[in-house]
């Protein structure tokens, strides 16, 4: 009884030692699904450059009428006193916008026809023109036709407008007022007065034979009615302030500026249709 109660004992010491050294069993964890690779990131296309603007298309087609504008580069300033050894003259380099203002107002008034075309002209060229050297006899170099002949070869126009200014005497003097600006006449500082002036021509030449198209009775209707006015012309009356003094300081006069276009504006709506009736 007591041998089998030891073997008993002997057995399940045996058991006991082999359930500790028996390594526990884990569960294996559930096998997650494969994740598939993420696929490659396209590249973007490369957004397509904005074409370059085109440059402006060369004009083409007939040129009925090319148009020239020389009053933009100077703006007269005048003093007057009581004789004529008091008058001060100076011409102000000025960038108004008068030439460009010269092309709209054509354009305006031929209902924007693709026809009427704008010249470029070199630079200096009409300076035989305004500062012409010969006195007594005429000199065809400093003609306007000439002078327009000389860079016009290739544009084939039928007429050529040309504005241009020029000089003309102030009215009960021996004055001179020149080509676009400001006189101040008078005595003293409460006598003084101030005025715009415009004398800006439109001439026309023939794109062929390169002569002058008269056009003598165009705006006699309208100069004779602004020459017999009872009353200042509101539009050329300027306020003694705004009078450049120094000379200098006309470039940059804003109201000066903005007055005289409206000047030029006036005296180029009054001369052009007699000017453009045929074309």
Known sequence: MLRIAVSLI???????????????TTTAPSAQP????????KKAAPKAKPSAKPTAAVESGPCRLGVISVIGEHYSVQKFGVTIFEAEENEVPIDW??????????????????????IAYPKGAFEPFYHAKAIFIPDPKESLPVIVKSFTAN??????????????????????????????????????????????AIPLIDGRS???IKRPLTDIGANLAANMRLFEDPITKLDNSLFPDP???????????????????????????GYLKEE
């Open 10 to 24: 002997a057995l399940l010491s045996l058991l006991t030692l082999a359930a500790a050294q028996t390594p526990p």
């Open 97 to 118: 916008g008068l030439d460009d203002l010269v092309f709209a107002r054509v354009r305006a008034a031929t209902n924007n026809d693709s026809s009427v075309r704008r």
């Open 247 to 273: 000379p200098e300081t006309a470039s940059t006069n804003a109201a000066l500026r903005e007055r005289t276009r409206a000047l030029v504006l006036e005296r180029l709506d009054r001369s052009l249709p």
């Open 34 to 41: 494969a994740v598939p690779p993420k696929p490659a990131a």
């Open 210 to 212: 390169y002569e002058q």
């Open 155 to 200: 544009a084939n126009c039928n007429r050529y407008l040309v504005a241009t200014t020029f000089k003309t005497k102030l009215p009960n003097s021996n004055m001179t007022l020149n080509g676009i600006g400001t006189y101040n006449q008078g005595l003293g500082k409460v006598l003084r007065h101030s005025h715009l002036f415009a004398n800006v």
